[in-house]
């Protein structure tokens, strides 16, 4: 399989790379590289590079490749506070032109990175990919309508499948520290503490990012009329945790860390709770490698390794939204 990924070098991407290669498949990667030089560690690269704009892909870079998993984004909710019409142009629309591309360059195959954040606050909590959606942000709106413009693509010669990724958390050479778990256990290494925002109430689907990874590389090699246009929660039952939970075991590795409620954001309006049992029923043996307790460990080795610091924390290299700020020009012109 020839395979083109977007976001490559990205939390998620970073990983994929891997495991595609891994894999034997020929692997083609598309990236702007809003990131650069943020990587904490080296990771496999992609056999064919892009350094380019998702929105200027061309038909002739996607010929000849059999599927394209698609993660390029501004890639989380408070994303859109900085240039919500940024978020449309990039997460929506050139995700729709992206999908029509591969469909006209007879791609067949098109995995897209959707998000449970579009459950929002949820109507009730055991939501499943038929309930009402109720996106809160910019960027869970994008994902939503990326669904259903993409969606209706969808015919013999096309089959688009959407992973509604629960939120990431653990190693990747590509860390991100502003996801809830990362955050909390990236602090309490730093700087002695466990602060969180919200009321700690709200639940959230937690997956390890490299088992993202590894659902797009099992949805890709699954029969393609099983997945087509198939909606697809990525995670499992038993990873749904509250904010406070995720605190506990944070204190389990850092007995001495405080819990703090900081009250910045009040109570946090996104709360939901997700059924991943569709996912298990198309993919029987899929199994996530990671659960919480596994991939916190195995953070938590790496931040010690890395004598992750204070300053790393409040600095700019891990965080997207900060790196993001500074480097808006390079997909402001586009
Ligand atoms: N991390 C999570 O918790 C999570 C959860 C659900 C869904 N997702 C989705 O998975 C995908 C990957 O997430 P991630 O955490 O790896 O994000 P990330 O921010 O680490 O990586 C995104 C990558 O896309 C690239 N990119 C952004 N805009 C681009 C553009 N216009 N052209 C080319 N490249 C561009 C960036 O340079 C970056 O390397 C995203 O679509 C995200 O919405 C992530």
Not at 171 to 194: E, F, H, Q, T, W
Request: proline share 4%.
């Amino acid at each position: 399989m020839k395979i083109f990924v977007t976001g490559h070098n990205g939390y998620i991407g970073a990983h994929l790379i891997g495991l595609l290669k891994a894999k034997g498949y020929e692997v083609s990667g598309c990236d702007i590289n809003l990131y650069e030089g943020c990587a904490w560690e080296d990771y496999k690269k992609p056999d064919h590079e892009l350094i380019k704009d998702v929105r200027e892909i061309s038909e002739e870079d996607l010929k000849g490749h059999d599927a394209v998993m698609h993660l390029a984004a501004l890639s989380n909710d408070p994303m859109g506070d900085i240039n919500e019409e940024l978020t449309y142009q990039i997460n929506l629309e050139g995700s729709v032109r992206l999908a029509e591309l591969a469909k006209k360059a007879g791609v067949s195959r098109f995995l897209f990175a959707s998000s449970c954040s579009i459950y929002g606050k949820g109507a009730k909590l055991d939501m499943d990919e038929n309930d009402p959606v109720n996106p809160l942000t910019a960027y869970a709106t994008s994902k939503i309508e990326s669904e259903k413009r993409i969606g209706a693509l969808a015919d013999e010669h096309f089959s688009p499948v959407f992973l509604r990724n629960a939120t990431a958390y653990g190693y990747s050479p590509m860390l991100r520290i502003d996801l809830v778990v990362n955050n909390l256990l990236a602090c309490a290494v730093s700087k002695g503490n466990i602060a969180i925002k919200s009321d700690g109430s709200p639940w959230r689907p937690l997956i390890h990012c490299k088992d993202i990874a590894h659902a797009f590389v099992a949805l890709a090699e699954a029969p393609q009329d099983k997945m087509h246009n198939k909606i697809i929660n990525i995670g499992a039952n038993s990873e749904n945790y509250q904010v406070r939970d995720v605190a506990d075991q944070v204190q389990k590795l850092l007995p001495e860390a405080e819990i703090v409620y900081t009250g910045e954001v009040g109570e946090d309006p996104r709360n939901y709770k997700v059924n991943f049992d569709l996912l298990y029923s198309l993919l029987p043996d899929f199994k996530l490698e990671y659960d919480l307790k596994k991939g916190m460990q195995e953070l938590y080795d790496k931040l010690l390794e890395h004598k992750f610091s204070a300053d790393d924390f409040d600095g700019d290299q891990f965080v997207r939204l900060r790196t993001l700020a500074k480097r808006l020009n390079l997909i402001q012109s586009s």
